[in-house]
């Protein structure tokens, strides 16, 4: 069965950066690509951007580009998600998707259909 | 402040229908499919319709999509108590942006 399994909670300092990974398993990694999308306490959902497993391929929400790095270790089907200069604003549950987006069609005809867990990041001085 | 606006609360009784409506624009959901999740208390988000009206497999046929024009809409009929949880309705957005965007949620509360 499909799954994506998150690294634990953080705790961080404004300015500092944190990295989340994704361990995926029950499918090819290589044949999706992963979503990363964030949730702040109480608030909806926010899309950070997606990383094609096959070719590293990236694209980030305007939002978020300069402060977002995506980035996948193909031999241990783990997907990771870098974000600098973290903010109070940072603070959320931050999960990763499975994304069968295939380019040049900017998005995935099926939606986000596996999730991970989330992973809570709370930004505090 | 949520590209797609959706009401932030539903009811019903067991058994009832309800839907819940998302409103958007040209460059959203006028344009590309629109997909909608559930999220239960304390879980991650699950996907309940992709492609505007399709359900992923194991997903109950109380569950149904409709788009029209720039607005949508989920439909849960012969409501349950498990059905209480958030519902989020999201379409690719094709303005500079480019993103991925998400309604407000809605808290459906089965009475």
């Known amino acids: 069965q499909v799954q994506l399994v998150q690294s634990g909670a953080e705790v961080k300092k404004p300015g500092a950066s944190v990295k989340v990974s994704c361990k995926a398993s029950g499918y090819t990694f290589t044949s999706y690509g992963i979503s990363w999308v964030r949730q702040a306490p109480g608030q909806g959902l926010e899309w950070m951007g997606w990383?094609?497993?096959?070719?590293?391929?990236?694209n980030y929400a305007q939002k978020l580009q300069g402060r977002v790095t995506m980035t996948t270790d193909t031999s241990t089907s783990t997907a990771y998600m870098e974000l600098r200069s973290l903010r109070s604003d940072d603070t959320a549950v931050y999960y990763c998707a499975r994304d069968s987006r295939i380019p040049p069609h900017p998005y995935s005809n099926y939606g986000f259909d596996y999730w991970g867990q989330g992973t809570l990041v709370t930004v505090s001085s | 402040q949520s590209v797609l606006t959706q009401p932030p609360s539903a009811s019903g009784t067991p058994g009832q229908r309800v839907t819940i409506s998302c409103s958007g624009s040209s460059s959203n959901i006028g344009s590309n499919y629109v997909y909608w999740y559930q999220q239960l208390p304390g879980t991650a988000p699950k996907l309940l319709i992709y492609?505007?009206?399709q359900r992923p497999s194991g997903v109950p046929d109380r569950f149904s999509g409709s788009k029209s024009g720039t607005s949508a809409s989920l439909a849960i009929s012969g409501l349950r108590s498990e059905d209480e949880a958030d519902y989020y309705c999201?379409?690719?957005?094709?303005?500079?942006?480019?993103?991925?965007?998400f309604g407000g949620g809605t808290k459906l509360t089965v009475l």
């Open positions: 990383i094609s497993a096959y070719n590293g391929n990236t």
């Open positions: 492609r505007n009206n």
């Open positions: 999201a379409a690719w957005d094709d303005s500079l942006s480019a993103n991925w965007v």
